[in-house]
């Protein structure tokens, strides 16, 4: 069975430094990879996704994710972070059943943004 | 277009009950998937279904079932309330399930 793992249940940054969200999955075979981002009292909303071609992947709000296959990882970075960012934070990796695909979620890390 | 629609937002019953929870997707979206959300399990997938057929099922006990309806609405039905119910539950809708999911904002439910 496909497993997700966030490295880090909560990371606390200052605004204006580098954000990492560490994301790492098993599976032989290249998935599908999404991050997602939760607000309070919300659902989740789709930051970015890898399916193929270009490894380093760019999303909304300045992220973006680097799909490294020899690592088995899909970390989430942006270089300057926003109060606004402060949310819950979600890799999901798909894997194939039957006939169609079930993503697996991370645990989720929350992230943490103090003046 | 409109975004995923779950009602009502807020539920609370106690033990024994059963729930029906709605969904209605994206427009053009055939894919519709449910996940139940609590803080010590994270997220959850319960099913899946496509063109109103049940195409995957999580590991939940049979108390917990769906459908889907012609026009892609879909809802899910928790019979036997326990008090472990108690979560929130998110209705997520996609082209396809290889595609990125649309997320709802959820259904809060409380199990007294």
């Known amino acids: 069975a496909q497993s997700v793992t966030q490295l880090g249940s909560h990371v606390s940054v200052s605004e204006g430094a580098l954000v990492l969200l560490r994301c790492n999955y098993s599976?032989?075979?290249?998935?599908?990879l999404f991050w997602y981002v939760q607000y309070p009292n919300q659902g989740l909303q789709l930051l970015l996704k890898?399916?193929?071609?270009?490894?380093l992947v760019k999303g909304i709000n300045g992220f973006e994710a680097e799909f490294k296959k020899s690592e088995t990882s899909f970390h989430l970075t942006k270089p300057s972070a926003h109060m606004s960012d402060a949310a819950e934070y979600f890799c999901?990796?798909?894997?194939?059943?039957?006939?169609?695909?079930?993503?697996?979620f991370g645990r989720g890390t929350s992230l943490i943004v103090h003046p | 277009k409109a975004g995923v629609t779950q009602t009502p937002r807020y539920l609370i019953k106690t033990r024994g009950q059963q729930v029906t929870l709605s969904c209605s997707p994206i427009?053009?979206?055939?894919?519709v998937s449910w996940y139940q959300q609590t803080p010590g399990q994270g997220l959850q997938f319960l099913f899946e279904y496509f063109s109103e057929t049940q195409r995957n099922k999580g590991n939940f006990p049979g108390r917990f079932s769906g459908r889907q309806f012609s026009n892609s609405r879909s809802e899910m039905n928790v019979s036997t309330l326990e008090l472990g119910d108690s979560a929130l539950y998110l209705c997520?809708?996609?082209?396809?399930?290889?595609?990125?999911?649309?997320f709802g904002d959820g259904t809060r439910l409380s199990i007294l």
């Open positions: 999901a990796v798909t894997s194939r059943s039957g006939g169609s695909y079930i993503p697996t």
């Open positions: 890898y399916t193929t071609g270009a490894t």
């Open positions: 997520a809708s996609s082209e396809d399930s290889n595609q990125p999911q649309h």
């Open positions: 427009s053009g979206h055939r894919s």
């Open positions: 599976s032989s075979v290249p998935p599908y």
